[in-house]
Every structure is written in C-alpha cells, then in structure tokens.
C-alpha cells in the first residue's frame, strides 16, 4: 500500500496537464493489486496454500505473472496481504454495529451474524480463515483475528453483566472465549464439510444456545441497528 | 491389527512348545507396532505432518526405520493407524460415562470434561486432531471423529430435552452441534496458543456458559459416575 501511494503523493507537488499521467498509472496500478488480492482469495479460499502458485493467482485476477510479481515478492507476500486484508475487513465490518444504541447483547447477536454471513459470502473471509489453519505453512506471522474479535467480544459482554443481563457469577472474558470458540469451530467444521454455505445456520444455533442471547436475538423492536448488509 | 492378529489364530491350532514361539514373536512385533504408534503420535502431536518422516518416528520409537517399514507401508499409513486410535480412544473413554446411571445433562458434562483431559494429556489424542486438521495433505480419508462425537450427545441431549431439563424450544441436534463447535474450537486454539495447557479449564468456561449444563455440573450428589480418570 506504501508503495502504491508514494506516487500519488509526489504527484500533488507537480501542477496542471503532468500530474495526470503518474495518477493515470498509479490508478491502474492501485485496480490491479486489488484484482490480485481479490483473484488471490478466491484461489486460496477454494485450495490449500502449498498447492497454489503465482500463476493460478495470475490466471484467476486475468493479469500476466509479471503482473503479480510487480506487486508481491511471491506467494508468501500475497498470503500475507489477503490474511492482513481479511483481519481488517473482518474486524471494520462490525465498527457498524458497535457504533449504534442498541442493547450490548442484541449488538453481540449482530457481531455473530454478519461475521456467519462473511463467511458464507466473501472469499476474502473464507480464505483468511484457510490460511489462518495453515499457517505452520507459512513463515510470516499471520494477524489472528480471533484476538481482537474477543476483545470486541469481551467489551460488549462486559456492558451485559453490568447491565445485569447476563445469568449471575457470568465471566464476561470466560463468555467471550466460549463464543470465539463456537463460531471458528462452527465455521471450520461448516467450512470443511459444506463450504460454509451453512454457517449462518450454525451461528443462529449457536445464539439460541444462549438464553441471553436468543432473547436479544428476538426483541424485533430495536431499529437503531443498521440495515443488515447482504454482502459485506 | 488384523495382520497381527492372524498368526495368533494360527498359532493355536499348534500344540505344545512348538506353538510358543510364533507367539513369542507375535508379543514382541505387538509390542513393536504399539511403541511405534505411540512414538508417532508423540511426533504427529508436536510437528506438522509433511515435515515428519518416518526416520523421526523409528528415533522417537527407538528402532530402525526397518522396523516401521515392517509394520507400515509409509509415513501415510502410520497417519492413518494413528488417526483411527483417536477415534477409537476418544469414543470408548467415553463409553464408562454413558453406562452410568447418571442424569444425562450430567453425562454431558463429563463427556466433555474427560474428552478436555484427554486433550490436555494424551498425546494421541492432540495428534488426531493435527492430523484431522491437516486431512488434506493426506491421500487416504481420515475417520471424523465429531461425527460420531455429536451423535453421542445429540443421544443425551434428546433425553434430557425429554426429562424436561432443556429450556423450551430447545433443539437437541442444534444444540449437539454447537457443543461440538465449541469444543472443537476451543481444542483448536488451545493447542495453537498453549499445547493444550489450557483445554480443561477452556471447556469449563463452556460448561458454565450453559445454565443446564452449568446447574447438572454443580450437583456433586450424583455419585453413579465412574471415578475420574485422570489420564484415559
């Protein structure tokens, strides 16, 4: 990204018809990375990292290997920018919910939903989650997102027991790492066995697991929640 | 198993002193395969499966690599032998629990306590679920030991749903997957983030996040179950 924005910046010192040009390009330049990285998650969404190669990324994005190659040192540098792009979509994409005045337990049950949703619907997603699992095959150290999915968790369940809406003696942290655990475990099993096409499914099973969950879940009144984005 | 079985049945239509040695011989290549799958579970539990060769396991055994030759075909078919001891290992420790006469949201309670214990000290048991992770850099297809899990307690779940111990509306087969979900999860990133070390109190947190799991886990009068095993 530091890369694709220097030009632009050196571009603003220049005036008139010559700055157009080095835009023009880093424009260009800016769209395919993004076809790379979205080519990329695709692929490694559907197979396993030491399988793929430079020019199964290249194939997928419509761009030639020196394409990918003028962007990414190599397969491992593209892993770590689609892994690094799903940890900030994964986590930005609940800012939405966290920002409204909804109750904190009915803003957990939105959490839940949208990420079940990115699952069964975003390469990226499914291809970080992917990469997370073979990360021995990796030698960059992966984002892991189940770290600040807790402690998004952790806040929203802390404003619950304050509020007195979880079942007295409730560890807010305990709560937290049993959700993160039921939803990765959920969207792995989903993943391998259906190619998450029924995680939405399971993560509602896993809200109405919860008493206090499955009543935030049904109070239909509460309209300061956003819509609900299909595709995130 | 079978191949060592069949010189025993053999042996026992000899009489004598002669049928002794054969079934000297089969003791010691028991012995011989035994400390083999052993060894390379302790290996499969620490490293990645593509790095493992079947040198590392001979070492570990302590034998020659001739030795494992003789009781597998290859590093795959040890993985396999491996993976199906899990699933036979992990399903029958829990066959003393459900013999019992106890409640059965009690018996929920100590399948999965003693399935966090097996995670935590059984090396076979961490090596069965690596591999399991890991199903797709090997050719032949791995036993799933969930399935046979989530069928276990969907059993229970029905029977306490039946008993009235469920709150209304619940779902048994949902509310198994979920278990399932939340220990599988909660196995994975215990034995990524700390070797397991922390599995048995992960899943307490689970325990605890259920009310009806929570309220048949506190009654200590229940004295039908089989003492816990520590190491199963």
């Known amino acids: 990204m530091t890369k694709d924005q220097s030009p632009s910046r050196a571009g603003t010192r220049r005036t008139g018809a010559r700055r157009q040009e080095p835009r023009l390009k880093q424009d260009r330049a ?35 290997k020196g394409a990918v190659y003028f962007h990414f040192a190599n397969k491992e540098a593209v892993a770590v920018a689609v892994a690094e792009q799903f940890y900030t979509v994964l986590l930005s994409s609940l800012r939405p919910v966290l920002d409204t005045d909804a109750a904190p337990a009915r803003k957990v049950v939105e959490l839940l939903r949208r990420t079940a949703r990115s699952f069964r619907e975003d390469a990226l997603i499914q291809a970080g989650s992917r990469l997370q699992i073979q990360q021995w095959a990796i030698e960059s150290e992966l ?36 959700l993160r655990s039921a939803l990765f475990g959920a969207q792995h099993i989903s993943g391998v066995q259906h190619g998450w096409s029924d995680i939405v499914e399971r993560t509602e099973e896993i809200i109405q697991a919860l008493p206090f969950l499955a009543s935030a879940a049904e109070d239909r009144a509460d309209s300061s929640l956003p819509p609900a984005q299909e595709a995130i």
């Open 30 to 64: 800016l769209r395919t990375r993004r076809a790379i990285l979205k080519a990329a998650a695709e692929v490694f969404a559907q197979r396993d990292y030491p399988s793929v190669t430079i020019l199964d990324i290249a194939e997928q994005a419509g761009v030639t």
């Open 143 to 178: 984002p892991t997102p189940y770290v600040g999915f807790t402690e998004i968790l952790t806040g929203l369940l802390t404003e619950c027991r304050d509020g007195g809406a979880l079942p007295d003696g409730s560890d807010p942290e305990a709560l937290a790492r049993v």
